[in-house]
């Protein structure tokens, strides 16, 4: 008996003043998924004090959600070091970082109507199709000003595309803080999205290629070159599968066995019994080599608008000094790729 009972919970108590670290600090006492987002907490704190190289994968509609402050608030303090994302949270965040914005709506409207007045829907959040269209052409006229003799990785193409919006944005965003800060960005459904909709409009007349290949290699290359690795999936998808998978790539290039990522946490409202990706548990991801064997890793089941926002306000409060000090790796991409600290 005293193998399972060794560890009482604690009532969770509120008290005036309390800091979002110090409740969520508390929150170990407790059970569920409020046990498990202060887990996330303590996880990504430890990541922050070792050498290792944190990667964010970021799917859902998460900046018309109101996130983007939160992504670049984690961008611009390292507390991420390459970003993979849907191409339509950049979408969206090129979109806000000119100035144009979402408006707080409904889901309970006739979206038929919605439709006749030029209102696009993202469940109870709407935004202008016309605005979308401008955006559409911004990035449209950029890409076919860039070197069209050559393809483009995604990097590339994004860090080019923050550059440009840094001189011209209205707000900072997730493009302009990750071009500042130096942070790699990666899309690898880059064509699943707007972004791919506005270059196919002049895909005849000019054609621009993507090399995803080239993704492929650097972030296998990132993880090889790294002493330890985390990884944080807001979502699943995409963004998550191509972190995932990198492990793969790194133990086939190497013809060996690689220990995994050492720090794992997700925030999914997807349950692992569907057998999608989003809702795959770690647990699984083990049995594939992409999860160390021993890593502290953690699953929040929640909306990523609630648990994110506690999660990050959280670290600004408690990790100033942790960010300070922290040895983040810097990528020099020029000849042969390294990472240092």
Not at 64 to 73: A, K, L, S
Not at 160 to 184: D, F, H, Q, R
Not at 287 to 309: C, E, F, N, Q
Request: net charge positive; charged share 25%; with cysteine.
């Amino acid at each position: 008996m005293k193998k399972y009972l060794h560890t009482p919970t604690e009532p969770l108590e509120i008290k005036a003043n309390l800091k979002t670290s110090e409740l969520l600090k508390r929150m170990e006492g407790i059970s569920f998924q409020g046990r498990n987002l202060s887990k996330a907490f303590s996880i990504w704190k430890e990541m922050l004090e070792g050498e290792v190289t944190i990667f964010l994968g970021l799917s859902g509609a998460l900046v018309p959600g109101g996130m983007q402050g939160i992504v670049t608030f984690l961008i611009r303090n390292r507390l991420i070091d390459c970003l993979v994302s849907t191409g339509a949270n950049l979408f969206h965040d090129c979109y806000e970082s000119l100035g144009r914005v979402h408006w707080k709506g409904t889901h309970q409207v006739d979206d038929v109507e919605l439709k006749k007045a030029g209102i696009d829907r993202i469940y109870d959040t709407f935004a202008l199709e016309k605005e979308f269209r401008k955006t559409d052409a911004y990035i449209r006229d950029f890409a076919y000003n860039l070197d069209l003799t050559q393809p483009y990785g995604t990097r590339e193409f994004l860090y080019l595309l923050g550059e440009k919006l840094s001189k011209e944005m209205k707000k900072e965003g997730i493009l302009t803080s990750a071009y500042k800060a130096k942070v790699p960005i990666y899309c690898p459904a880059i064509g699943d999205s707007s972004i791919g909709i506005a270059l196919a409009t002049h895909y005849k007349k000019n054609r621009f290629v993507f090399d995803i290949i080239k993704d492929i290699e650097e972030m296998a290359l990132l993880v090889m070159r790294s002493k330890a690795t985390g990884v944080i999936y807001i979502g699943g998808g995409t963004p998550k599968n191509f972190i995932q998978q990198t492990e793969i790539t790194v133990s086939i290039m190497k013809n060996a066995d690689v220990p995994g990522h050492k720090y794992a946490i997700q925030i999914t409202t997807d349950a692992p019994h569907w057998g999608g990706l989003s809702g795959c548990t770690f647990q699984e991801a083990q049995s594939w080599g992409k999860i160390h064997r021993k890593a502290r890793m953690v699953t929040v089941y929640s909306d990523a608008t609630i648990a994110l926002p506690f999660l990050v306000t959280a670290l600004g409060e408690s990790a100033t000094d942790l960010i300070k000090k922290r040895k983040f790796p810097v990528f020099d991409w020029k000849g042969k790729f390294k990472i240092k600290r």
